[in-house]
């Protein structure tokens, strides 16, 4: 008997995977377009900053169920304490008023100017 071959055609594991992330990708960026609309901030202009970041909280959706900062450190030992670090965390009030951008970069206030 011959040994199955790996698949690599669409519709395979990899495109699965694939389409899981796209789809979870979606989701977080239309969940926070939603609450962009009743906050005072926007998106980073720069796209392929928010294309990373936005990616990044997919994958960690993926692994760990929930929309985690990209930028941070998951306490594994403790679930509990990383409640103040879903995104938008508990910090970004705080850095775009200081700094017109959020520590990832993600999100900017009216106050920001681009280097
Ligand atoms: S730093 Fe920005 S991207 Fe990271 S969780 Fe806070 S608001 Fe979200």
């Avoid at 990373?52 to 760990?64: F, N, V």
């Avoid at 509990?80 to 700094?99: D, L, R």
């Amino acid at each position: 008997m011959e040994p199955k071959k790996a698949v690599s055609s669409p519709g395979g594991t990899g495109d699965k995977k694939e389409d899981r992330l796209d789809r979870v990708q979606q989701g977080v960026r239309q969940r926070l377009e939603k609450w962009l609309k009743n906050t005072p901030y926007r998106f980073n202009p720069d796209t392929s900053t928010v294309d990373t970041i936005i990616k990044g909280l997919a994958l960690r959706k993926l692994k760990y169920g929930e929309e985690y900062c990209p930028c941070r450190v998951v306490n594994n030992e403790d679930k509990g304490k990383n409640k103040g670090i879903i995104c938008p965390c508990i910090y970004h009030e705080e850095e775009i008023a200081q700094g017109g951008i959020c520590f990832c970069g993600l999100f900017v206030g009216t106050n920001y100017k681009p280097e």
